[in-house]
């Protein structure tokens, strides 16, 4: 027997084992208002056996990073009890959906389809986004200059983020929907931002014409978070000169992996992610997702 009570900051401690630690800050902020929401499963008396861990995104739905039944506790309806509580609260923060994310070859890959068709989501999932990784450790010496060999052409320069002044970060935030798209603003998720690896370029008068963001993941990995060039620069082959830019300072630094994750739908950005690659060893990976609307 078990039941389900929605987290406070007072029980987080206890469930924090339940996840991996990459999702241990999230579940540190769930509890009172916050847009973080997490329940979990005790089985009496009140000892942790369940966590399902989600966010009210800006879009208004319920993105559920993780769920996780202890071993000895599976079968027995405790996900699908969590997942039926998530539901509620998204039904009470009038979300519009709920949603979940995977890598197609993720093992338990079967097994959340199976789970998540008892709870009335639906299937199949669709490809959402492309993760390309490449690991430069297994690059040959002399290929590995081709990152630096991508000259810079006269007049232009190049910045890190950390040469950037405070007056420039204001100038560029207030062009936010006017000369670029939030989606590809360079302060998403900007905790996460490596300041050395994230590049500025700039025109003849030092004014900035777009940017290349990496997000370090672990002491090994950089991911690509978000590249984007002005209008009026486009089909220069500038996306391809800041990515090598980046890729060679990180290569400089002894940080060999690389991940770009690329939403499905940006034709432009997977045509150049893998024209870029196409030299190197590398490999393909299709990013999930499956979906309730409410
Ligand atoms: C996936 C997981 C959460 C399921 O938890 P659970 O409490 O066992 O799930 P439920 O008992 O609610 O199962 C609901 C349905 O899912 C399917 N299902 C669950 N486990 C299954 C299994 N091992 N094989 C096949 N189907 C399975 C079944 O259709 C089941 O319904 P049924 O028992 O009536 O046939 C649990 O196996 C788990 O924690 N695995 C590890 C997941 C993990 O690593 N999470 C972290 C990253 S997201």
């Known amino acids: 027997m078990y039941y389900i009570e929605q987290l406070n900051e007072t029980m987080i401690k206890d469930f924090e084992k339940l996840t991996y630690t990459e999702f241990r800050p999230l579940l540190y902020k769930a509890g009172g208002d916050s847009s973080v929401i997490a329940f979990g499963a005790f089985s009496y008396p009140a000892q942790p056996i ?5 966010e009210v995104t800006k879009d208004g739905c319920m993105f559920i990073y993780t769920v996780f039944v202890k071993p000895k506790y599976r079968r027995c309806g405790v996900a699908t009890a969590l997942f039926k509580e998530m539901e509620q609260a998204a039904v009470a923060k009038n979300c519009c959906g709920l949603s979940l994310g995977f890598i197609h070859d993720n093992p338990y890959s079967e097994l959340f389809n199976k789970l998540l068709q008892k709870c ?3 299937r199949p999932a669709q490809t959402v986004m492309l993760l390309y990784k490449m ?3 297994d690059l040959l010496a002399e290929d590995a200059p081709i990152f630096a060999e991508m000259e810079l052409p006269a ?5 890190n983020w950390q040469e950037l002044s405070k007056q420039e ?3 560029i935030k207030k062009g936010k929907g006017i000369w670029y798209p939030e989606l590809t603003s360079p302060f998403l998720e900007e905790e996460r931002v490596d300041p050395f690896n994230s590049v500025f370029l700039r025109d003849e008068n030092r004014e900035i014409i777009g940017w290349t963001i990496t997000h370090r993941l672990d002491s090994e990995t950089m991911l690509y978070r978000n590249i984007f060039v002005k209008d009026e620069y ?11 830019n980046a890729i060679w300072r990180q290569y400089d630094r002894g ?4 991940m770009f994750c690329v939403h ?5 950005m997977n045509r150049i992610v893998s024209r870029f690659m196409k030299p190197f060893k590398y490999t393909v990976k299709k990013k999930l997702q499956f979906s309730k609307i409410l």
């Open 135 to 137: 690991n430069m450790e």
């Open 50 to 54: 369940g966590l399902i861990l989600g």
């Open 120 to 122: 009335g989501w639906e």
């Open 255 to 258: 940080i060999y992996k690389l």
């Open 169 to 171: 970060f204001e100038e």
């Open 264 to 268: 499905v739908k940006n034709k432009n």
């Open 234 to 244: 486009r089909s220069m082959g500038y996306a391809m000169l800041l990515m090598g």
């Open 155 to 159: 007049g232009l320069t190049v910045s």
